[in-house]
């Protein structure tokens, strides 16, 4: 009998034009250290601004961080069908423009297009939406895509874990990120409980 080989693990990386580009970063270079996880970068023009502004970075440091990099406007590439398998995507960070654009289906770039391919193969779509204060449009855009199977995760730091440094607070939220896909052991330590002392 014929046997079908295991698919690759693949993820679909994008940053766009929120603040927090180290988030996309961070992922990038974790799933590089991690290995077995084939990676899809995209990058929106504005996502380019924060990358430059906000870490100093280039084409040329941050493209060798993933396997295969994706223009926007290719909308024929690979990661535009659902009949490529992935695993799913992370939009890190996800501004309310493109959070917006995937509420209401616009696949308007490839960022959005792919996005809108992992919600209707009901794979893994983890938005890292940034903005605050938040407006209705934006409230009323996140319970759209959460009713339609997507995750909202707002990068908003943990203090219980006693961070030392934004390195650490990053760290920690990529960790929780990628634990959501279940790619393997889990990154981010379980919670060990707290002794309630007056509740003894
Ligand atoms: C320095 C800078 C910081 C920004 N921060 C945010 C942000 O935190 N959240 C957000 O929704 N938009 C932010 N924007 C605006 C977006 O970049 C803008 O709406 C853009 O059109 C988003 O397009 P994209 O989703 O295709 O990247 C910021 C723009 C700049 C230049």
Redesign the pocket.
């Known amino acids: 009998m014929e046997t079908r080989a295991a698919a690759p693990r693949r993820l679909i990386i994008a940053i766009?034009?929120?603040?927090?580009a180290i988030y996309g970063i961070r992922l990038l270079e974790t799933l590089r250290r991690l290995g077995g996880v084939e990676t899809h970068l995209l990058i929106?023009?504005?996502?380019w601004?924060?990358i430059q502004?906000?870490l100093q970075l280039g084409k040329e440091d941050v493209h060798p961080l993933a396997d295969v990099v994706h223009s926007?406007r290719d909308v024929g590439a690979s990661i535009a069908s659902g009949s490529f398998a992935t695993d799913g995507m992370i939009v890190a960070?996800?501004?309310?423009?493109?959070?917006a654009?995937v509420a209401h289906g616009l696949s308007d770039?490839l960022?959005t297009r792919a996005a809108d391919v992992t919600l209707k193969e009901r794979r893994r779509l983890v938005l890292m939406?940034?903005?605050?204060p938040f407006n209705l449009a934006h409230l009323r855009n996140m319970t759209a895509v959460t009713e339609m199977g997507g995750i909202v995760f707002p990068p908003l730091p943990a203090f219980y874990n006693q961070p030392a440094s934004i390195d650490e607070m990053v760290d920690h939220t990529v960790a929780r990120v990628l634990d959501l896909f279940a790619l393997g052991p889990a990154l981010s330590p379980a919670w060990p409980g707290l002794r309630d002392a007056s509740a003894e």
């Not at 766009?16 to 927090?20: F, M, N, R």
């Not at 960070?93 to 959070?99: A, E, F, G, I, V």
Request: glycine share 10%; hydrophobic share 30%; with cysteine.
């Open positions: 766009t034009g929120a603040t927090g929106s023009s504005a996502g601004l924060n502004h906000e926007v960070p996800c501004s309310m423009k493109t959070l654009s770039n960022i939406v940034r903005e605050t």
